[in-house]
């Protein structure tokens, strides 16, 4: 029992510690006391209340301090002192000041920061808040429709949040007694799953993820959020893909790009099996155009080489129809990947698959260049280049006897060819007994700077989001959303695991006006579907981020099974059925009847029915 209290204290320490590693506060507005008075503090938190331009009081998920508007006229102080004044209530503001003792007799017991203050030298508003529906206040009555209709504005009250931390704090005790004093626990393009309601023509529809929610926790103050979500998506199973499947979801506020990876390092590296060997930190990162340009895909296997190369400088000068050809246009290039010891390993077949493979996929040609025992160079290529050139081509690609090269010409897709190619390449490599890919390995990789939008692959004259339509543009392109939108680089990653995506996310829009915009004028959507949403954006939202790793892929990865059927406990079929309880199944004309639904049955299905 002294082991256990011994373990809560330290964890408590440990939690108080934690809080500031990945944030750019110093202290939470519930831990200030006289011990640290004489400190130089950075506050972030919501205007609770504000007393005739005097003082405020700022709050957060742990607490309330007072903060003095200074009354002097020194450099700086008249534009804080506008600033803190005029700031409506639940605007979100960052205070930079001195914790000082509070002048006799007027310290409130009541509040456990009574004993101080903190006088404020700088301010920032991040975000104003609008005329509020109903006050913040637990003392003040609210009808439950208005509760509901503007929840994220009640998860701001404190008994709102005492529940919830209460909560938190039941399931964490659930989870560690069940995992760690009776053993490990089990964990157990695509469109949303549509459910009836009693309502007629009304749906409810099940999350992809709890993307919207976790959004609308933060601009409710609850700070910080995580959840081992289970999540769905209408969609037929593929090896990597379920219609049900569960993902570790975080999101935080006041947080940037390089404190989310960090939580995310360290979660990995404290979770990883030590069976599985260590894992280093940080990973390195890369960006999207890199990745495409060095690997064919924004999933870079970074386990071993074989990397796209641009040649195009060596045969800019050749008299090569084709190569001159491609680069004529504005973005064209020449580019190759070397398949080491090609023609020890691969045969003749395998060669015209896998051009075959670029063809049928890509409907992009490839060229081979084959290095012989001599060093000599065999395509039909060489009687186009000289001595010089074929020289410049072994050293550009690092070309070693017996490999063989394969070439693509073009303006985009040949990069995406060959990243194709490079993975086919090495699986016949290793079907035919050489190891390129360690098994036992683990390769974490950062993938960041994505673009914000994509071309849509149906028109690509219209735009559509690269992420999600949340996705906070990258400060340095900020001015670009609203003049060329297509060179928009998104403060969107996704973390790298052996080639598999096994985590994704994104700093989120925190201002309502840019929000609308994106929806609206970019990706040309209807707005009105989204505008719980935007108007909770207006009401003083924080800036935020998260991420979400996918739990059913990183643990295959971490087992190494062909699938992720084979480490969730009742999966689905590859269709999508549950063939243990053979769902879906058909129901009765009088179980639709309370839902005012009717099935139009195909007709093939109707013979069937009939026979």
């Known amino acids: 029992e002294g082991k256990l209290i011994i373990f809560s204290v330290l ?31 950075t506050l972030y938190g919501w205007v609770q209340y504000q007393r005739q331009g005097l003082f405020l009081v700022l709050r957060d998920f742990h607490g309330l301090t007072q903060v003095i508007i200074p009354q002097d006229e020194v450099s700086g102080h008249s534009h804080v002192k506008e600033l803190l004044s005029n700031a409506p209530v639940e605007s979100v503001v960052r205070v930079t000041g001195t914790v000082s003792p509070r002048p006799l007799g007027q310290q409130n017991p009541k509040m456990p920061t009574g004993d101080i203050e903190v006088k404020a030298e700088t301010a920032e508003i991040l975000n104003s808040c609008k005329k509020l529906p109903f006050e913040i206040k637990d003392f003040i009555k609210k009808s439950e429709a208005l509760r509901m209709q503007y929840r994220y504005l009640d998860l701001r009250s404190s008994r709102l949040q005492a529940n919830l931390r209460l909560r938190s704090g039941v399931v ?73 499947f569960t993902q570790i979801d975080i999101e935080m506020s006041f947080v ?29 990162s890369m960006t999207y155009e890199e990745a ?37 246009y504005p973005h064209g290039s020449i580019r190759a990947i070397c398949i080491p010891q090609g023609m020890r390993y691969l045969t003749n077949k395998d060669l015209e698959s896998l051009k075959e493979s670029a063809k049928s996929q890509f409907n992009q040609e490839i060229m081979e260049i084959i290095c012989r025992p001599d060093g000599s160079l065999k395509s039909l290529l060489t009687k186009f280049l000289g001595e010089k050139k074929q020289s410049e081509l072994i050293q550009a690609l690092n070309m070693q006897e017996d490999d063989v090269v394969l070439l693509a010409a073009g303006e985009h897709k040949q990069c995406s060819a060959l990243g194709a190619l490079r993975l086919l390449s090495a699986d016949l490599l290793e079907a035919a007994g050489l190891t390129l890919r360690d098994p036992t390995a683990f390769h974490f990789l950062w993938v960041v700077d994505f673009p914000l939008f994509l071309p849509k692959a149906e028109n690509p004259t219209e735009l559509e989001s690269a992420h999600h339509p949340f996705t906070a543009p990258h400060p340095s392109d900020a001015s670009l959303l609203y003049s060329d939108p297509t060179k928009v680089r998104s403060q969107h990653y996704d973390l790298v695991l052996n080639g598999n995506e096994v985590g994704g996310g994104s700093i989120r829009i925190h201002s309502a006006e840019q ?21 909770a954006l207006e009401f003083g939202a924080p800036p935020h981020g998260g991420i979400a790793l996918g739990l059913d892929r990183l643990i295959s990865l971490i087992v190494d099974a062909p699938s992720i059927r084979d480490v969730i406990a009742f999966p689905k079929s590859f269709r999508g059925r549950d063939l243990m309880g053979n769902a879906p199944d058909y129901v009765t004309p009088e179980e639709l009847e309370p839902y005012h639904i ?8 109707k013979e069937a029915k009939k026979n």
């Open 256 to 284: 940037d790009q390089a404190g989310i990876q960090r939580l995310i390092e360290g979660l990995l590296q404290h979770s990883w099996p030590e069976d599985r060997g260590s894992i280093v930190t940080p990973f390195p």
């Open 598 to 605: 009717q099935v139009s049955w195909p007709l093939e299905e």
């Open 515 to 535: 929000q609308r915009f994106v929806l609206e004028k970019v990706l040309k959507e209807d707005s009105e579907v989204l505008s719980h949403l935007i108007e």
């Open 172 to 244: 964490m005790r659930m989870r560690e007694y069940l995992c760690n004093l009776h053993g490990e626990g089990l964990l157990a393009g695509a469109k949303e799953f549509l459910v009836p309601s009693r309502e007629a023509g009304k749906f409810y529809s099940l999350p992809q993820s709890p993307q919207q929610f976790k959004q609308l926790l933060m601009i409710g103050g609850l700070d910080r959020y995580f959840q081992v979500a289970r999540c769905y998506r209408d969609e037929g199973s593929r090896p990597d893909r379920q219609p049900e």
């Open 292 to 328: 495409l340009a060095e690997y064919g895909t924004d999933k870079p296997d970074t386990r071993f080489g074989m990397k796209i190369v641009d040649i195009s400088d060596v045969l800019r000068g050749s008299n090569i129809h084709f190569v001159q050809n491609a680069l004529s």
């Open 11 to 41: 964890s408590a320490k440990a939690i108080r510690d934690y809080i500031y590693t990945f944030v750019s506060r110093t202290n939470t507005c519930g831990e200030l006391r006289s011990a640290h008075v004489g400190q130089k503090v």
